[in-house]
């Protein structure tokens, strides 16, 4: 389908967009040329200092790398969150990037503390469903995440309880057995003391301040999904682009 500029945004801001949005669902993977300049303004029907003009705001907000060779998808050290995880398994069937692996390194049934029985709407020390996994690419430890789900969850889906790769991810794996869609979440980024059973793994002092991402999602009921949170391993960065009306 021929791409069509809008009158929404700024025709520039429109190449950015559509471009920055298959980065990130994986479309154009990790180290992929992009459309040269000349290319994209006769795709997009506009001239050539429009489209350079969207390729420098794809570098400005580290989203592809440029050399004499062309311009390539770069994603550098952005961590990819739960919500861009969950973009790219419902648009890629996958939820990571090339050259990302996860290590699961503990799936078990808990009491529930104080703030995540406030989050999934139980009582503290009713059992929830604890997920720790380790995402790592070729730079290290991009982010150590742990997600909670009520317990009543793992009968319908026991996988949740083991150690193994889930195929789609918790949100898929309780859609397809629930019926419980993921369609709204909340974000919060803080910085937080870093736990002593995290530290080791992103290579700094227990105690020390981390930048945090905590998601918490609901389902097409109202009622309360999953609450995670990620610790962002050092040098990582959290980044978010809108289209202003």
Known sequence: MTPKVQRAAPPFMQIADDLRTKIKEGVL???????SIAELAREWGVATATAAKA???????GYVRSS???????????LTSGPDRLQMLRATGSGFRPGESVDIVSAELVAAPAHVAEAL??????QVVQRRRVYRDDE???????????????????????TGPLPKMTFGLIEERTGRRAVRRRDVVAMCPVPKDIAPVLGVEA??????????Y????????????????AGRELSAEYTLG
């Open 29 to 35: 993977p990790q180290g992929s040329k992009l459309p």
């Open 55 to 61: 390729i420098k705001q794809l570098q400005d907000e």
């Open 68 to 78: 004499s060779q062309g311009t390539f998808a770069d994603l550098g050290r952005k």
């Open 121 to 126: 709407n139980l009582h503290e020390g009713d």
């Open 140 to 162: 290290g430890a991009v982010a150590v995440s742990t997600s909670w789900l009520a317990g009543e969850l793992a009968e319908a889906a026991p996988e949740l309880i083991e």
């Open 207 to 216: 105690g020390s301040q981390a930048l945090t991402m905590t998601n918490q």
């Open 218 to 233: 609901w389902d097409q009921q109202g009622e309360p999904t999953e609450y995670a949170q990620d610790f962002l391993g």
